[in-house]
């Protein structure tokens, strides 16, 4: 048997083991962390490229003028960060079976790093990674393909649960 055949999906409630839930709990937390430091970020952006905490002194940085942008590496990533923690704590009124719990994690990892990335990479491109534009702009690539892939992750995680939930309301 292999080390990935002896996984435990889901307990016997249905809802991820613990060994998969603190998995994606470990994404999550690393990706709201990722979020904060784009908040700061965003902050200094608003502050007109300064860091000021007292009482350290004050620090003058260039940050990248896209203030928009800047809020959604923030709040994207956090949202996202959320939603996977959501997924967790509600698994076990999702009733998985070992596969369909597979599907979510590997669907919600998808999701969460791609949007984590596309956020990020967005930044720093005019195009925002919303087209596939492939002028000399390595970072809307990067931006445009991995928001691609957390779109496939969204639909396949969102998909599955919401197929669960009907069958949980249906069942009751």
Sequence with gaps: MTAQNSV????????????????????????????????????????????????????????????????????????????VMAIVALSPWFRFSARQAKWVYYGAITMLWGNVIGYSTAVFTPYRGLQPIFENDVMNLVSYFTFYAAVIGAVITTGICLNNAFRAAKAA
């Design 8 to 83: 435990k999906w889901v307990d016997q409630d249905k809802g991820f083991s613990s060994q998969i839930g603190g998995k994606l709990l470990i994404h999550c937390f690393i990706a709201m962390f990722l979020g904060f430091i784009g908040g700061f970020v965003w902050l200094i952006a608003l502050a007109d490229n300064v860091f000021h905490i007292l009482p350290l002194p004050r620090l003058e940085l260039q940050v990248p003028d896209q203030k928009e942008l800047l809020r959604n590496a923030h709040t994207g990533t956090i949202a996202n960060s959320m939603y």
